[in-house]
């Protein structure tokens, strides 16, 4: 399977969520990928969660509820371990759709409030730190 480049940082959509052109992260030391989620609530079986951030003017939604989720250990890169919920979503990139696992967390104090982890890049994506944008860059 050819891999596409991909620069260090560039904007995707979320439509599972609502989100569009959301600055993200390529983040080849994290394994899993995390999206910032400002309130997180487990009621009935759902999990209902706000996607919003004032740093972020792209980075606002409605209420989305998740009938399926997960939650998974992570280790943060001061070595602290959280345990967070996971999601399955849709991201889109270079025009086509993939599924991707999120991990949601409180990224308010970040520039970024996408990262996108190595999990999801394997086998797909070449990463050129030199570059950005280049998804972005095609939407036109």
Known sequence: MDKRNIGRVDKFDFPKLDLYNI?????????????????IKEENNTLRCIFYSKGHPNFSSEEVVF???????VKSSNGIKE????IKSDVII??????I???LSTRDDMRFPVLI??????RKFLVD???QNLSFNLKG
């Open 23 to 39: 600055d993200v992260k390529i983040d080849t030391g994290a394994y899993t990928s995390a999206i910032h989620c400002s309130e």
């Open 67 to 73: 009938t399926e989720y997960t939650f998974t250990n």
């Open 83 to 86: 345990n967070r919920y996971k």
């Open 94 to 99: 270079f025009g086509k759709t993939y599924k």
């Open 101 to 103: 696992n999120l991990t």
């Open 117 to 122: 982890g190595r999990q999801f890049l394997k």
């Open 129 to 131: 730190v030199d570059l």
